[in-house]
Nanobody, 120 residues
């Protein structure tokens, strides 16, 4: 019913950039907070960045100054611009959103994840 689809991952050299996109579709009334998480092999999933419906943002310390989260409410889409990438950023990146659907429900939906690999 509500689908969240991520794109934009890939293989990049250290110091390079990637822009991730995450688009939600379906019977959506509105989306409140949206977030990006990442999970490296053998590691626990960590929160990378959040953005509220009003545009307030928060970042994990390790990406501050390098990553920028933004959103387009008309498109139900959230972005993650990643600059100055480091090998430590290698992970599967997941998007989620707190969605109020046309059926009257409100819950968090997750994307399928997109792989980001950064080599030295």
């Amino acid at each position: 019913q509500v689908q969240v689809v991520e794109s934009g991952g890939g293989l990049v050299q250290a110091g390079g950039s990637l822009r991730l996109s995450c688009a939600a579709s379906g019977r959506i009334v509105n989306i409140n907070t949206m977030a990006w998480y990442r999970q490296a092999p053998g590691k626990e999933r960590e929160l990378v960045a959040t953005i509220t419906s009003g545009g307030n943002t928060n970042y994990v310390d390790s990406v501050k100054g390098r990553f920028t989260i933004s959103r387009d409410n008309a498109k139900n889409t959230v972005y993650l611009q990643m600059n100055s990438l480091k090998p430590e950023d290698t992970a599967i990146y997941y998007c989620n959103g707190h969605v109020r659907s046309g059926l009257g429900t409100r819950r968090v939906y997750w994307g399928q994840g997109t792989q980001v690999t950064v080599y030295a």
